[in-house]
């Protein structure tokens, strides 16, 4: 069922405006200038962002410092690819030969609000502008590769995710519980009573169309008509999880970012462009390594491993990127909490699919992690490469509403050695 976070009834409906303009030319909200349109592969190219909120401590995941006294209790393990990663990763580590892990993160916003609007958008909070979120672009400029998608080309697990900015409510995320199901959009009305007052409202809308009552009363129709389409799509099941036998719901875990990550699958494969499945409680500030050994990272690990290994299984993964990231690292210093605060400057984020080089890490820190020692990379670059991956054009420009242009990713540069 929804969350508290998710569509109110008027959100809902706002989103359905937005959606029902997506087949108007003129779209005011923001546009962007599509020259490259015959660049554009046409075969499906969807992302799925696996949301650590809270800043993960990375140094204790994909970048262990064995031996330095920043390092830890935890030790290294060897993957199906060349980069180690933490003890506590099995399934992952299984996994590392398609992912790479991109060592060299260095950003600036160490607050969580600065920091995931950042990670999310590319961009620093502006008080002149609302910048859309990378769910919101990469939904705008893959959605011509589905023609027949019926339910949002954005979709939210478990979390709120950041909005639309300038793109418009077209482009919002469309926020579902990670417990597998959404509830009926009819509100637990039963079908044959809703289709009566559907039918209705339909015959009042043609009414008021045939009276030439002006645009209103067309574009109502339109929203009505989308809203009964998204109620009653087949395309709905792709949020029941429950759906899947057994043998998957159970290697994915009985958790609710598990059966997100489940879900997640079901929408790429239904033809959803961009899915978010959010995985909180990473603030660790104290108790580092006891939540993360005990919890954290026994939950992402399964989850995430399962959802590369299907995804792989099924023929996806050429086309889906996977990207893992949260809104900074965690300090390399251990604090008399046993644990770590915020921390910008050096960490990791990891990638995968969508034709990127998986089984390398990317970059390096120093010995005891405090640094980066190799280039930079920066959210505007991860961004960057998934567009290239997904087969987007950097030259992509929106216009935001105030009529200024931005381009895609902020002008950030493609990872090299990802596409080596």
């Not at 050429?318 to 915020?342: C, K, L, S, V, Y």
Request: charged share 20%; glycine share 12%.
């Amino acid at each position: 069922m929804f969350t508290p976070q998710g569509m109110s009834r008027r959100h809902f409906m706002t989103h359905l405006a937005g959606a029902s303009a997506m087949t108007i030319p003129a779209l005011t909200m923001g546009h962007s200038i599509r020259t490259h349109a015959s660049e554009l592969k046409k075969n499906g190219k969807a992302a799925i962002l696996l949301w650590m909120s809270g800043g993960p401590a990375s140094i204790d995941i994909w970048d262990l410092k064995p031996g330095a006294t920043t390092g830890g209790p935890f030790r290294p393990i060897r993957t199906s690819g060349d980069a180690e990663i933490s003890e506590h990763m099995p399934e992952m580590a299984k996994q590392m030969h398609n992912m790479a892990i991109v060592r060299s993160m260095s950003t600036r916003e160490a607050d969580h609000g600065r920091g995931r609007y950042y990670m999310h958008t590319g961009y620093v909070p502006n008080p002149n502008i609302e910048h859309p979120s990378y769910g919101s672009v990469l939904a705008h400029e893959l959605i011509d590769q589905r023609p027949h998608l019926e339910i949002p080309p954005f979709v939210s697990v478990g979390g709120g995710s950041v909005g639309p900015g300038f793109l418009g409510m077209a482009w919002a995320p469309f926020v579902v519980s990670s417990n597998g199901q959404v509830r009926n959009l009819q509100m637990g009305m039963d079908e044959g009573r809703l289709m009566q007052r559907m039918y209705a409202l339909s015959l009042i809308e043609k009414g008021f169309v045939a009276e030439n009552r002006g645009a209103a009363a067309s574009d109502h129709a339109k929203i009505l008509d989308k809203t009964l389409a998204l109620m009653t799509s087949k395309q709905m099941d792709a949020f029941k999880v429950a759906q899947e036998p057994q043998e998957i719901r159970d290697a994915y875990g009985n958790t609710n970012f598990g059966r997100g990550c489940l879900m997640a699958r079901r929408l790429v494969e239904t033809g959803v462009p961009f899915v978010e499945v959010d995985l909180g409680g990473w603030d660790t500030h104290s108790g580092n390594f006891t939540a993360l050994q005990n919890t954290k990272l026994p939950e992402l690990d399964k989850a995430m491993a399962a959802l590369t290994a299907d995804l792989e299984a099924r023929g996806l993964l050429q086309d889906t990127a996977i990207i893992w990231m949260g809104e900074f690292g965690r300090t390399p210093r251990i604090n008399g909490n046993a644990g770590r605060d915020h921390w910008a400057r050096s960490w990791s984020v990891v990638l995968g699919g969508a034709g990127m080089k998986g089984g390398i890490a990317v970059g390096k820190t120093n010995a005891d992690g405090t640094s980066v020692e190799t280039e930079p990379y920066t959210s505007q670059d991860v961004m960057a490469s998934v567009c290239k991956a997904l087969g987007i054009s950097l030259e992509t420009t929106f216009t935001s509403r105030n009529g200024r242009p931005m381009k895609i990713a902020n002008g950030g540069k493609v990872i090299k050695e990802l596409f080596a």
